[in-house]
């Protein structure tokens, strides 16, 4: 009686871990799951973030104000003079880079009255970490606004082994919100 | 009399062991506690470019070539940077296919984005693939107040402050494009750092520590430190004993 609880305990012990070590190998061999890629293009995301209307695209010049604060939300130098935006009715939508561990990732957050309605992963370049842009991870995002101490105001759940890649999302998603702040404060004749 | 031999024979070898590799030993202990500690000491970071260590590794210096815009200097560094004369201004990756100039803004065609440059060299922003800009461009030209990017297939007039593309009534062969690379001069290359390829310190004290560094012979010559270090252990421990009997007679 022992012995034949005690094989078949065993025996499905063993297949156990034959089927994850299968499954494993399996899920390390599937190319599918190499992050790498260019999920959706820069002018497809705006129009996206804005149907069914045409957005209007402009500048936001940085001044020392604006670069001070933007290199503190991203911990470095911000490259470039000015960054582009597309925006209409109090909805801004940026196309932001930050590097995840050695790439650069491009990251498209769309802001609707000062709150984050979504953010999308439109290019990663990284080979691990690309969890970050699956929708349920970024569903996290919307509704976030910035504190006062330019952070966001949600916590954002971390992935485990796309730590950098969820660091750079948060920093790029508080990014954003900053700049639309600046953007919907200047008056019209200054953007 | 004849263990008293053998006492000695030890020892004699056990100096002998102990003088011919002490500093391979001392070496050893070095590297390995800089290896163990590499991202403390930050060895990763530190890059070597020495033209004898790039030759030794069998790497070589590319040479780096660019366009002369006025008195400047744009060129791609061999590192995936773009270079307005000695400050990196972007990324870019390589080919640096053309350069233009139009009034205010310089503009630099990378594989696989456009720079805009302000005169002093700063980038004002850049316009990638990602944004619109086609795959297969090849080149940027100025003319007539407008600003043209030459496909494999079509001209396309750019707007600079826009970005946007429009199809353009006119021939390629009519614009003069800057395609054509000539070498940054000397003085400049010599400004320059980290500029092509280079060697992490922490892979060099890696290979030496390893033997690897010296080829096949090296690692020979470790294997052979290797075994020297147990034979000097166990004579060593002989000695030790020996004496200990010493003391206890």
Known sequence: MFNRLYNSLFNNLISKVVFTGLLTITLLASPQLSAKGVYQSGPDFIAEAFAPHQPEADVLWFNDNIRQQAEKILGHRVLGLRVRYHHSAGKSAWILNEIGKEMPITIGVVIDQGKISSVKILAYRESRGGEVRYPAYMAQYQGATLTDRYKLDKSIDGITGATLSVWAVNKVAALALYYHSQVMSQPESTK | ?249
Request: with cysteine.
């Open chain 2, 1 to 249: 009399m004849k263990s008293s031999n053998s006492v000695k024979r030890n020892i004699i070898w056990h100096r002998r062991l102990g003088l011919s590799i002490f500093l391979l030993l001392i070496f050893l202990a070095i590297s390995g506690f800089a290896l163990n500690h590499s991202p403390a000491l930050k060895l990763n970071k530190v890059s070597l470019s020495n033209s004898w260590l790039l030759s030794w590794y069998g790497l070589e210096k590319p040479l780096i070539q660019g366009f002369k815009l006025d008195d400047k200097w744009l060129y791609e560094n061999g590192n995936n940077l773009l270079y307005v004369d000695t400050q990196a201004v972007a990324p870019c990756s390589p080919p640096l296919l053309s350069v233009a100039e139009s009034p205010n803004i310089l503009f630099a065609l990378c594989a696989d984005s456009v720079h805009l440059l302000t005169e002093n060299g700063q980038l004002l922003e850049s316009f990638s693939q990602l944004d619109g800009l086609p795959v297969n461009t090849r080149a940027i030209s100025a003319a007539d107040n407008s600003l043209y990017l030459i496909t494999d297939s079509a001209v396309l007039e750019f707007n600079p402050d826009s970005l946007a593309l429009q199809p353009a009534e006119i021939d390629s062969a009519s614009l003069n494009a800057l395609t054509a690379q000539l070498p940054v001069p000397e003085s400049l290359e010599q400004q320059l750092e980290n500029t092509g390829p280079s060697i992490s310190l922490e892979t060099v004290i890696l290979d030496l520590h390893s033997g690897r560094f010296f080829g096949q012979f090296g690692v020979l010559v470790m294997d052979i430190v290797g075994l020297l270090i147990c034979i000097l252990s166990i004579t060593g421990l002989f000695a030790w004993i020996n004496r200990l009997r010493q003391i206890k007679q």
